[in-house]
Protein backbone atom coordinates (compact mmCIF):
# COMPACT_ATOMS: atom_id res chain seq x y z
CA UNK A 1 0.00 0.00 0.00
CA UNK A 2 1.35 3.46 -0.95
CA UNK A 3 1.44 6.04 1.72
CA UNK A 4 2.05 9.34 2.09
CA UNK A 5 2.20 11.69 4.69
CA UNK A 6 -1.20 13.48 3.85
CA UNK A 7 -2.98 10.48 1.41
CA UNK A 8 -3.57 7.00 2.01
CA UNK A 9 -5.15 4.58 0.64
CA UNK A 10 -7.44 1.88 2.78
CA UNK A 11 -9.16 -1.40 1.57
CA UNK A 12 -12.03 -3.08 3.04
CA UNK A 13 -14.34 -5.89 2.67
CA UNK A 14 -18.59 -5.32 3.24
CA UNK A 15 -19.52 -8.37 5.05
CA UNK A 16 -23.17 -8.07 3.67
CA UNK A 17 -22.08 -8.44 0.27
CA UNK A 18 -18.66 -9.90 0.33
CA UNK A 19 -17.62 -6.65 -2.53
CA UNK A 20 -14.27 -4.85 -1.94
CA UNK A 21 -14.31 -1.12 -1.37
CA UNK A 22 -11.65 1.01 -2.06
CA UNK A 23 -10.53 4.37 -0.21
CA UNK A 24 -8.12 7.25 -0.56
CA UNK A 25 -7.96 9.11 2.76
CA UNK A 26 -6.94 12.64 3.32
CA UNK A 27 -5.57 13.35 6.78
CA UNK A 28 -7.61 16.42 8.15
CA UNK A 29 -5.99 16.74 11.38
CA UNK A 30 -4.13 14.46 13.60
CA UNK A 31 -7.22 13.48 14.56
CA UNK A 32 -9.82 13.26 11.77
CA UNK A 33 -9.21 11.13 8.20
CA UNK A 34 -11.33 12.56 5.56
CA UNK A 35 -12.98 10.06 2.83
CA UNK A 36 -11.23 12.04 -0.76
CA UNK A 37 -12.41 9.62 -3.16
CA UNK A 38 -14.11 6.01 -3.13
CA UNK A 39 -15.35 3.11 -5.29
CA UNK A 40 -16.91 0.04 -4.32
CA UNK A 41 -18.32 -2.94 -5.90
CA UNK A 42 -15.04 -5.26 -6.49
CA UNK A 43 -15.03 -8.53 -6.60
CA UNK A 44 -11.47 -9.66 -5.12
CA UNK A 45 -8.79 -7.58 -2.92
CA UNK A 46 -6.49 -7.81 -5.45
CA UNK A 47 -8.86 -5.33 -8.14
CA UNK A 48 -9.79 -2.78 -5.53
CA UNK A 49 -5.91 -2.58 -4.25
CA UNK A 50 -4.94 -1.82 -8.01
CA UNK A 51 -7.91 1.20 -8.24
CA UNK A 52 -6.35 2.28 -5.03
CA UNK A 53 -2.70 2.62 -6.15
CA UNK A 54 -3.63 4.28 -9.64
CA UNK A 55 -5.79 6.61 -8.08
CA UNK A 56 -3.27 7.74 -5.19
CA UNK A 57 -0.93 8.40 -7.71
CA UNK A 58 -3.58 10.37 -10.21
CA UNK A 59 -4.77 12.12 -6.76
CA UNK A 60 -0.98 13.28 -5.72
CA UNK A 61 0.05 14.40 -9.36
CA UNK A 62 -3.47 16.73 -9.42
CA UNK A 63 -2.12 17.59 -5.87
CA UNK A 64 1.22 18.38 -6.95
CA UNK A 65 0.22 20.26 -9.78
CA UNK A 66 -2.18 22.46 -8.04
CA UNK A 67 0.72 23.46 -5.55
CA UNK A 68 2.81 24.74 -8.31
CA UNK A 69 -0.20 26.82 -9.91
CA UNK A 70 -0.41 28.10 -6.59
CA UNK A 71 3.04 29.25 -5.92
CA UNK A 72 2.75 31.20 -10.00
CA UNK A 73 -0.43 32.98 -8.75
Do not use: C, H, P
Request: aromatic share 6%.
Amino acid sequence: MSTNKRYNSQVSKDETSGLWRAEILRRASSKRNVVSKTQDGFATEEEANKWAEAELVEFLALNERNKRKSKIK
